[in-house]
Every structure is written in structure tokens, then in C-alpha cells.
């Protein structure tokens, strides 16, 4: 069974930090590109970062230089650093892990961050 469980969100004043970690069982971690994305209320999911089995990244313009996507594939983990925090970055955050190749694709349920003074 494919679990993938994300944690760290929470309640966060402006120009603050989170580390939001997704742990991952029942797939092989490293072959599969891993994505953060995000939804806030009344909006569509989106792209917020991806990380590559090779470790390359890609990062959406609303969060470049101030997020960092990295994976741990010996602890089937990935993670999103988030500096700098905006109240615009309020959402729900979503791990999510792909495989184009083997047309796989599974979804953790999320963990909410809340960016307010």
C-alpha cells in the first residue's frame, strides 16, 4: 500500500520558516520525481516545486529563491523549505510522487500552512 504522509505545516507569522517533510512508504522512492504543490481556498492546485530521481529542481516563479525542494532517498523523504514566508503562500501542501514512465502517480492528503500575524 502506497502511503505518502506529509507533516511540519502550521501557523506562521510573515518573513518567517517551515519544513514541511513527506514521508513516503510502499513505492521506490528514488525513481520517482517528487512534486510539492499547493491549494489555496477557492483556488486550483498548483506546481510549487520538483525534484527529479536525478536530484535536478524546478521551482514556480512565485516561489524561486525563497523555497527549497530537497529528498533523502535513503529515508524515502522529501522535503520543501520555505523562508521568506508570504500570507499569499497560505494553502494546503500537497507531496506528491511520479512516474511518467510506469504512468504512476500517488498523493499524500496534505498539510496546511497559514501564513498570518
Known amino acids: 500500500q502506497v502511503q505518502l504522509v506529509e507533516s511540519g505545516g502550521g501557523l506562521v507569522q510573515p518573513g518567517g520558516s517551515l519544513r514541511l517533510s513527506c514521508a513516503a512508504s510502499g513505492i521506490t522512492f528514488s525513481i520517482y520525481t517528487m512534486n510539492w504543490y499547493r491549494q489555496a481556498p477557492g483556488k486550483q492546485r498548483d506546481l510549487v516545486a520538483t525534484?527529479?530521481?536525478?536530484?535536478?529542481?524546478n521551482y514556480a516563479d512565485s516561489v524561486k529563491g525563497r523555497f527549497t525542494i530537497s529528498r533523502d532517498n535513503a529515508k524515502n523523504t522529501v522535503y520543501l523549505q520555505m523562508n521568506s514566508l508570504k500570507p499569499e503562500d497560505t494553502a494546503v501542501y500537497y507531496c506528491?510522487?511520479?512516474?511518467?514512465?510506469?504512468?504512476?502517480?500517488?498523493w499524500g492528503k496534505g498539510t496546511l500552512v497559514t501564513v498570518s500575524s
Open positions: 525534484i527529479t530521481k536525478g536530484g535536478s529542481t
Open positions: 506528491n510522487a511520479e512516474h511518467v514512465l510506469f504512468h504512476m502517480d500517488y
